[in-house]
């Protein structure tokens, strides 16, 4: 059984900061990677980020690039830091486990988390 865990989540005003963590349990070592996901109410899931487990590949969206950071602590967490946070990035944010081929697609991901609600305010 394999089990991921999201926190870190909160209400935070236009410009701040946050760190997201994606804490996993079970046979999570089997699966190359994690992905980040958000999704906003009415609108579609969306890639966020992935990053390997050993750290070394790491891919972002184009709406978050050289805002958002992930990493992982070499063991069984990655985290997602979330920089000059905007409004438009509030949606609840999940991680999951890559099982497919396509990291950007949402379906080719399993294994999800409960989700962290992320509020910017402007």
């Known amino acids: 059984q394999v089990t991921l865990v999201e926190s870190g989540g909160g209400l935070v005003q236009a410009g701040d900061s946050l760190r997201l963590s994606c804490a996993a349990s079970?046979?999570?070592?089997?699966?190359?990677?994690v992905g980040w996901f958000r999704q906003a109410p009415g609108k579609e899931r969306e890639f966020v980020a992935v990053?390997?487990?050993?750290?070394?590949?790491k891919f972002y969206s184009d709406s978050v690039k050289g805002r958002f950071a992930a990493s992982t602590n070499n063991q069984n967490t990655v985290y997602l830091q979330m920089n000059t946070l905007k409004p438009e990035d509030t949606a609840v944010y999940y991680c999951?486990?890559?099982?497919?081929?396509?990291?950007?697609?949402?379906?080719?991901?399993?294994?999800w988390g409960q989700g962290t609600q992320v509020t910017v305010s402007s």
């Open positions: 999951a486990l890559l099982t497919g081929d396509n990291w950007s697609r949402w379906r080719d991901y399993d294994y």
């Open positions: 079970g046979r999570y070592f089997d699966f190359y990677a």
């Open positions: 990053i390997s487990w050993n750290g070394r590949d």
